[in-house]
């Protein structure tokens, strides 16, 4: 069993930085893929970026890449979602998950309850 607490979202100007943060419990967290997902008003919840096991591979969205970058920490439980540059389209909750596939999000068991983040213009 993993759980999930998402934080870090705000209210900041297109341009701005935001890191999110995901702090799991679970002693089996070093065996979970790590991904953020996003999901808009009135959109599906898409992939935004994914952290292998052993941190070794990292896997991104094509609209950001080069602009977010997902790292953990297995020592402190963490996952960590930088992301830079921010513009309005980005706004959405942003949600926390632990699975063992990659870019779906039906390969993902554990979701956090999501953070918001809102870029104004």
């Known amino acids: 069993q993993v759980q999930l607490v998402e934080s870090g979202g705000g209210l900041v100007q297109a341009g701005d930085s935001l890191r999110l943060s995901c702090a799991a419990s679970g002693r089996t967290f070093g065996g979970y893929v790590m991904a953020w997902f996003r999901q808009a008003p009135g959109k599906e919840r898409e992939f935004v970026a994914g952290?292998?096991?052993?941190?070794?591979?990292?896997y991104y969205a094509d609209f950001v890449k080069g602009l977010f970058t997902i790292s953990r920490d297995s020592a402190r439980n963490m996952v960590y979602l930088q992301m830079n540059r921010l513009k309005p389209e980005d706004t959405a909750v942003y949600y926390c998950?632990?699975?063992?596939?990659?870019?779906?999000?039906?390969?993902?068991?554990?979701w956090g309850q999501g953070t918001q983040v809102t870029v104004s213009s």
């Open positions: 998950a632990a699975g063992l596939g990659i870019f779906a999000s039906s390969s993902y068991t554990y």
């Open positions: 952290i292998s096991g052993s941190g070794s591979s990292r």
